[in-house]
Nanobody
């Protein structure tokens, strides 16, 4: 059974940083693409970043380029999203997804002073 769990959210001031973790199990870690998505109140869910676990290729939403970094720890089957220079508009529930199919529970990120 494929399982994903996002964690690491919290309250942070504008300009601050957070690192989200997506722990995974139940699939061959090297074969999948894992994506980070977010959903702000009243908004549709949107893609933020993704990483191909087979070759490490990454992609980012334009508004987070240069601020967010996605990475992977193969030994821990975990994908990270390092978020720096956070802005109030980054406030959302963040989710991780595998292969566009499997979703984990989200973690809330609130950027506010």
């Amino acid at each position: 059974e494929v399982q994903l769990q996002a964690s690491g959210g919290g309250l942070v001031q504008p300009g601050g940083s957070l690192r989200l973790s997506c722990t995974t199990s139940g699939f061959s870690f090297d074969d999948y693409t894992v994506g980070w998505f977010r959903q702000a109140p009243g908004e549709e869910r949107e893609g933020v970043s993704c990483i191909s676990l087979s070759d490490g290729t990454t992609d980012y939403k334009d508004s987070v380029k240069g601020r967010f970094t996605v990475s992977v720890d193969n030994a821990k089957n975990t994908v990270y999203l390092e978020m720096n220079s956070l802005k109030p508009e980054d406030t959302a529930v963040y989710y991780c997804n595998a292969q566009g199919t499997y979703w984990g529970q989200g973690t809330l990120v609130t950027v506010s002073s």
